[in-house]
C-alpha cells in the first residue's frame, strides 16, 4: 500500500520581527498541517513555538548543536517513527549548517525514508562577490555523494531546503537523480523570496525574486506542489515563502 506524505520546508528568518510573525505561522501550520516540516534558520525562541503549536509531532534532538539552532526536522508522530538521525558536512561556511537527515519508519506500511535538509549558503558572500564564486556548487555535489551514501537501494528520499539559489543545486541534484516537485509535475517553480511587506527591505537595496527554497525526491512520485502565500493581518511567516509539496512513496 502505497503512503501519501505532505512535506513542507521553511526558512523561519531566524527571530527577526518574531512577534509580529508568530500568529501567521501558526496560522499556516494550522491550515496546512504538514506531515513533515524542514525548517533553516531555527532558533530557541521557535523552536518552542513550534513544539507548542505542533503537539502531535517529533523532532530530533541531537548532539550536535546546530540541530537547536540551525535546522531540525518534525514529523508527526502519529505516521513516522525515526529510526536514525545525523548531521552530515557537506562544505558549510557557516559553523552550525550540515546536512541533517532522518531516517523515518511509516506505521504499518511502505518503506523506510530518509529526510533531510540543508541550508547552503547566502550568495553575497564576501568571497563570492568578490570572485564569482559559489559555494553552493560543492555543497551541492557533497549533498548528492551524502545522500546516496546514506539511502539504501530503492528506499524514497526527500531533500528539503533553503539551497539559496535559483539554479546550480537543483541542476546538480538532478544529475545525481534527484528531481524538484515542480518539474516532477511539469511545473515552472515560483519564486519564494523575498516576501516583500515581511522582509523590511530598506529602500535602494537590491532585490529580486527569486526560488531559493525547494523540495527535491528519489524514487518518491510528486502528487502536488505549491508555494502558498500565506498570509495573516497583512503579515507573512517570514521573508521567504515555504513549499509543500505532496508525494506517494
Known amino acids: 500500500m502505497q503512503l501519501r506524505t505532505s512535506i513542507v520546508t ?20 494550522a491550515v496546512t498541517q504538514p506531515d513533515i516540516m524542514c525548517v533553516q534558520e531555527l532558533q530557541a525562541e521557535t523552536r518552542t513555538f513550534l513544539d507548542s503549536v505542533l503537539p502531535n509531532h517529533a523532532r530530533v534532538a541531537g ?18 517513527t525515526m529510526i536514525e538521525c545525523g548531521a552530515e558536512p557537506i562544505g558549510h561556511v ?9 531516517r523515518l519508519w511509516p506505521q504499518g506500511k511502505g518503506y523506510p525514508l530518509l529526510v533531510a535538509t540543508a541550508h ?19 555543497q551541492a555535489h557533497a549533498m548528492v555523494k551524502a545522500l546516496d551514501k546514506l539511502a539504501s537501494l530503492g528506499d524514497p528520499v526527500l531533500l528539503a531546503g533553503d539551497f539559496n539559489d535559483p539554479s546550480h543545486p537543483t541542476y546538480i541534484l538532478n544529475d545525481g537523480g534527484y528531481v524538484d516537485c515542480f518539474t516532477a509535475l511539469g511545473l515552472t517553480s515560483p519564486p519564494t523570496a523575498p516576501t516583500y511587506k515581511t ?14 527554497d525547494w523540495i527535491v525526491s528519489r524514487d518518491a512520485r510528486a502528487v502536488a506542489a505549491l508555494v502558498p502565500e500565506y498570509v495573516l493581518d497583512g503579515v ?11 508525494y506517494e512513496t
Do not use: C
Not at 15 to 24: D, I
Not at 120 to 138: D, H, I, M, Q
Not at 236 to 246: N, Q
Open 94 to 102: 557557516e559553523e552550525m549548517r550540515r546536512l541533517f537527515w532522518v
Open 199 to 212: 522582509s523590511n527591505l530598506p529602500p535602494g537595496r537590491p532585490s529580486t525574486s527569486q526560488t531559493l
Open 63 to 80: 548532539s550536535f548543536p546546530g540541530w537547536m539552532v540551525e535546522g531540525n526536522i518534525y514529523w508527526d508522530r502519529r505516521m513516522f
Open 10 to 29: 521553511y526558512n523561519l528568518w531566524r527571530t527577526v520581527n518574531w512577534q509580529q510573525r508568530q500568529n501567521a505561522l501558526a496560522g499556516f501550520l
Open 236 to 246: 507573512s511567516p517570514s521573508d521567504h515563502l515555504p513549499v509543500l509539496a505532496v
Open 120 to 138: 547552503l549558503t547566502f550568495k553575497a558572500t564576501e568571497n563570492e562577490l568578490l570572485t564569482g564564486t559559489s559555494p553552493r556548487v560543492a
